[in-house]
């Protein structure tokens, strides 16, 4: 529809996730925050809200998680033209785990260690050693 708007999506642990529009027309920055999905599903069954950032220290702080996930190299996808999705070009990037940075900072920000944190590393378990539990 449109040579100026880029989509990507970000694929991970949480489900739920921030939809933040930034637009960016001669000089004038805009930024948003909405609620849905914009799929027909959605906006025709539900209630949805899509409303302006105005507070400038929020609006930092937005812009500060915006610049983390557009520089995600582990979990991105661009959706092309015909609607598929290609991986992010890694090459000559500092790998990114944007999911994983913005816990980080949310750890450090309540004051904990985050070297203390568990590894969140999905490991499957080896069919040979798989013993379910009784009931």
Not at 11 to 20: A, C, D, P, Y
Not at 92 to 121: F, H
């Amino acid at each position: 529809m449109s040579e100026n708007i880029r989509v990507r999506s970000i694929i991970g642990r949480f489900l739920e996730h921030s939809r933040i529009f930034y637009y960016y027309n001669d000089g004038q920055e805009d930024l948003f925050l909405a609620s849905a999905d914009w799929m027909p599903r959605n906006l025709d069954r539900r209630v949805e809200i899509m409303f302006p950032i105005e507070d400038e220290a929020v609006r930092t702080r937005i812009m500060q998680v915006l610049d983390i996930q557009l520089n995600d190299t582990n979990r991105s996808r661009l959706m092309q033209p015909d609607g598929s999705y290609i991986r992010v070009d890694r090459r000559g990037k500092v790998p990114l785990d944007c999911q994983i940075a913005l816990c980080e900072e949310a750890v450090i920000a309540a004051g904990e260690d985050v070297s203390k944190l568990p590894e969140r590393r999905f490991v499957p378990v080896e069919a040979e050693n798989y013993e379910p539990d009784e009931i």
